[in-house]
């Protein structure tokens, strides 16, 4: 997800990228291994990743104790920031040159799946190498395209409002489940009266929460092929961003982009921003006041059109082992001690198991885990459709246009215009 505002793709390189170098782990060094096996019957598998060098030690701890157990397996590993990782998976991609496992995420899903790039591990599900048992709140679905397992989640996450809770404190708004949108612009406007700062970052380029709103109403940002709104929709939508921008109740997008890498809330220019609740440990360790996790706005009332959903491992097709490929999975998303080693960097854990193994004890942690259990037990949670190919190139043109909408650049209607022309461009490719 990436908004100016709240945590893009730009500020989440402070967060998750990192430098390779820290642990030794080349691209050079680690990205190319052999896939065949040793003479004494070992196998190498590759395992690629984006993360920051901490995601990497983790991960490189988990890795450890999975080749203790099957002494037989070896991992070369490669980690890279957000924006490098898919660059060089595209170049390898290209080449039929994809490493054995890697990260993916819902927006890849039927890319690379229409590229023959990823391996339906349902097989390995039903040899009993892949369980698909214990997932939380039917995670184990996330990762189904058109009757095929290509990803496997590790962990959840949902969209959240994270709040600055002195600010709301003060304007003497508290945040309830199934409050509407009314009631949050409402509570945007007291903000802005009592704590001379703007009450939201400004959500209108968030793809993700947009995505919320058009569920609320029975429609959704993508549907398998395509896009599920109209112009009207989106002008609707971005119109009323660029009126409340005027009157101040969002932030100045001149000085959102100014702030960065910092947030609009921790550089106290917004009350609030949508963003996704396993970042929330994000605004603790940058800014200076309480920071909380509040629910969606509803339409009805009740309906937020959330579900939960993260990162993924998947495999390649070309894999010349896919047996120990989907033994490395079922390890990394099952064995309880990796949920402790992991904890919550790439969101509360998939499994039951890892759930009960990491217990956060701190604050932060706390929020995401409690937030998380009751979007569960209040049932809102929904199904997702998988994002049609052409979805990660969508997603960025939004928040560039939106960018360009509430700074005054391009008229509202010029860039639903622009969006739909180029969406239509990407999803047609």
Same mark, same amino acid.
């Given at each position: 997800?990436?908004?100016?505002?709240?945590?893009?793709?730009?500020?989440?390189?402070?967060?998750?990228?990192?430098?390779?170098?820290?642990?030794?782990?080349?691209?050079?060094?680690?990205?190319?291994?052999?896939?065949?096996?040793?003479?004494?019957? &070992?196998?190498?598998?590759?395992?690629?990743?984006?993360?920051?060098?901490?995601?990497?030690?983790?991960?490189?701890?988990?890795?450890?104790?999975?080749?203790? +157990?099957?002494?037989?397996?070896?991992?070369?590993?490669?980690?890279?920031?957000?924006?490098?990782?898919?660059?060089?998976?595209?170049?390898?991609?290209?080449?039929? =040159?994809? !490493?054995?496992?890697?990260?993916?995420?819902?927006?890849?899903?039927?890319?690379?799946?229409?590229?023959?790039?990823?391996?339906?591990?349902?097989?390995?599900?039903?040899?009993?190498?892949?369980?698909?048992?214990?997932?939380?709140?039917?995670?184990?679905?996330?990762?189904?395209?058109?009757?095929?397992?290509?990803?496997?989640?590790?962990?959840?996450?949902?969209?959240?409002?994270?709040?600055?809770?002195?600010?709301?404190?003060?304007?003497?708004? &508290?945040?309830? !489940?199934?409050?509407?949108?009314?009631?949050?612009?409402?509570?945007?406007? +007291?903000?802005?009266?009592?704590?001379?700062?703007?009450?939201?970052?400004?959500?209108?380029?968030?793809?993700?929460?947009?995505?919320?709103?058009?569920?609320?109403?029975?429609?959704?940002?993508? &549907?398998?092929?395509?896009?599920?709104?109209?112009?009207?929709?989106?002008?609707?939508?971005?119109?009323?961003?660029?009126?409340?921008?005027?009157?101040?109740?969002?932030?100045?997008?001149?000085?959102?982009?100014?702030?960065?890498?910092?947030?609009?809330?921790?550089?106290?220019?917004?009350?609030?921003?949508?963003?996704?609740? =396993?970042?929330?440990? #994000?605004?603790?360790?940058?800014?200076?006041?309480?920071?909380?996790?509040?629910?969606?706005?509803?339409?009805?009332?009740?309906?937020?059109?959330?579900?939960?959903?993260?990162?993924?491992?998947?495999?390649?097709?070309?894999? +010349?082992?896919?047996?120990?490929?989907?033994?490395?999975?079922?390890?990394?998303?099952?064995?309880?001690?990796?949920?402790?080693?992991?904890?919550?960097? #790439?969101?509360?854990?998939?499994?039951?198991?890892?759930?009960?193994?990491?217990?956060? &004890?701190?604050?932060?942690? +706390?929020?995401?885990?409690?937030?998380?259990?009751?979007?569960?037990?209040?049932?809102?949670?929904?199904?997702?459709?998988?994002?049609?190919?052409?979805?990660?190139?969508?997603?960025?043109?939004?928040?560039?246009?939106?960018?360009?909408?509430?700074?005054?650049?391009?008229?509202?209607?010029?860039?639903?215009?622009?969006?739909?022309?180029?969406?239509?461009?990407?999803?047609?490719?």
């Amino acid at each position: 997800m990436r908004t100016h505002g709240t945590v893009d793709r730009r500020s989440l390189l402070k967060i998750t990228g990192g430098s390779v170098a820290a642990l030794g782990l080349t691209a050079a060094g680690c990205g190319g291994g052999s896939d065949s096996a040793n003479g004494d019957g &070992t196998v190498t598998i590759r395992y690629t990743w984006w993360g920051s060098d901490d995601r990497a030690k983790r991960i490189n701890q988990s890795i450890a104790l999975f080749e203790k +157990k099957y002494p037989k397996i070896k991992v070369k590993t490669d980690f890279q920031p957000y924006a490098d990782f898919w660059k060089k998976f595209n170049t390898q991609a290209s080449g039929g =040159n994809t !490493p054995d496992v890697f990260q993916n995420a819902i927006g890849f899903l039927r890319k690379y799946d229409a590229k023959n790039v990823l391996l339906d591990l349902r097989e390995q599900v039903e040899a009993g190498n892949l369980r698909l048992e214990g997932f939380r709140a039917g995670l184990e679905k996330f990762g189904e395209v058109d009757g095929k397992l290509v990803g496997v989640p590790v962990g959840s996450n949902s969209m959240a409002l994270v709040i600055d809770e002195t600010v709301f404190a003060k304007a003497k708004v &508290t945040p309830k !489940p199934g409050w509407t949108w009314d009631e949050y612009h409402d509570a945007l406007a +007291k903000i802005h009266e009592t704590a001379g700062r703007a009450g939201d970052a400004g959500p209108y380029g968030i793809m993700y929460l947009y995505d919320l709103y058009l569920r609320q109403q029975g429609k959704a940002f993508f &549907t398998s092929s395509g896009l599920g709104f109209t112009e009207a929709d989106l002008t609707d939508w971005w119109n009323k961003a660029a009126e409340r921008v005027k009157s101040g109740v969002y932030a100045d997008p001149k000085k959102t982009i100014q702030a960065k890498p910092k947030s609009a809330v921790t550089a106290e220019l917004a009350g609030c921003e949508f963003t996704w609740d =396993n970042f929330t440990v #994000r605004y603790t360790s940058e800014g200076k006041s309480q920071y909380g996790l509040a629910p969606i706005p509803t339409t009805d009332g009740k309906r937020t059109g959330q579900y939960l959903g993260s990162l993924m491992l998947s495999a390649s097709k070309r894999t +010349k082992h896919p047996k120990e490929v989907a033994q490395f999975i079922d390890f990394m998303v099952h064995d309880p001690e990796v949920g402790t080693i992991m904890g919550y960097d #790439r969101g509360v854990p998939a499994t039951e198991a890892q759930n009960a193994a990491y217990v956060p &004890t701190d604050e932060v942690g +706390k929020q995401i885990a409690a937030y998380e259990k009751q979007l569960v037990e209040s049932r809102v949670l929904e199904p997702i459709t998988p994002h049609p190919a052409g979805a990660d190139v969508c997603e960025a043109a939004f928040l560039r246009l939106s960018e360009e909408m509430s700074l005054g650049t391009r008229t509202v209607a010029d860039a639903v215009k622009q969006y739909f022309t180029e969406a239509k461009t990407a999803l047609s490719a």
